[in-house]
């Protein structure tokens, strides 16, 4: 029996939105594209929500720039332990540091004591299971490499390619914008899909699908199914929930490509408080 996979797009702390998504969808494999965390209100229930349908079998986690940052200050942080050297403290207060100043202070509204000496586990339990690059099959296998038949690619932010900034692709597809591309994709591929940009709507540029709404202030989490009976071919049917936000702070975001149509259901509408 296929099962369906859904995307899930930047969460940025809105566990909210991930409980009314698990809720729309019982039945579906989630697909996680990375920054659940940081910026919105409950970081920790998100992470702890997520790791919860991973240990199930029903979700599938992958990286965004946001868990790389917060990545960097604990590595270093846990080699400093080991080796006593001042040099791996300094790496790991700058890498904290970095985090802190691109979202994670926002963490701290959550566990005012957060350190690199009082860490919270559930976040450091989180990053092993994080994956950079998957490949979905129509019937809903999720492969770390490019699998025989027609696929879809799902990464953070764009396709693993080399670029003068980072020669590392799989560092590219966490931090890579739509302008800097276009992307190559491989042979098989029919598109991928990203988050990490924001837009006011689902947007397609070339092949490349980007489906971040800037949930975490606008309220609205894609729900991007890619294998609606069974087909990949007929490409992906996108849902938007729109819960407690600002709707209107989509007019900052960019537009480009071209739009992609969407369903809007409001929660109340799922019997859910927003």
Request: with cysteine; proline share 9%; hydrophobic share 40%.
């Amino acid at each position: 029996m296929t099962r369906p996979v859904v995307v899930l797009p930047d969460l940025h702390g809105r566990a909210d939105l991930l409980e009314a998504a698990i809720l729309h969808r019982p039945d579906a494999h989630f697909l996680c594209l990375g920054d659940a965390i940081d910026r919105g209100p409950r970081s920790l229930d998100a992470v702890r929500i997520l790791m919860d349908l991973h240990a199930q079998g029903r979700a599938t986690l992958l990286m965004g720039n946001h868990e790389r940052m917060m990545q960097e200050g604990v590595k270093h942080y846990r080699t400093y332990l080991a080796s006593h050297d001042m040099g791996d403290y300094r790496r790991a207060m700058e890498g904290f540091q970095w985090w802190m100043r691109a979202g994670g202070e926002t963490v701290r509204r959550e566990m005012p004591a957060l350190t690199l000496e009082q860490f919270p586990p559930v976040l450091e339990d989180y990053l092993p299971l994080l994956r950079r690059v998957v490949y979905v099959t129509a019937d809903g296998g999720i492969h770390d490499e490019l699998p025989a038949g027609p696929s879809v690619m799902v990464a953070h932010a764009s396709p693993p390619v080399a670029h003068r900034q980072y020669p590392n692709p799989l560092s590219a597809a966490l931090w890579l914008r739509p302008f800097e591309g276009p992307f190559p994709l491989p042979d098989g591929v029919l598109y991928s899909v990203h988050g990490h940009t924001p837009v006011p709507m689902p947007q397609k540029l070339g092949r490349h699908l980007y489906v971040d709404l800037g949930a975490y202030e606008t309220g609205h989490l894609a729900l991007v199914d890619l294998n609606p009976h069974g087909s990949l071919e007929a490409g992906p049917k996108i849902l938007v929930l729109e819960g407690r936000g600002r709707p209107e702070m989509r007019g900052k975001y960019s537009r480009f490509g071209e739009p992609v149509p969407a369903q809007l259901t409001r929660l109340e509408r799922l019997g859910q408080r927003s």
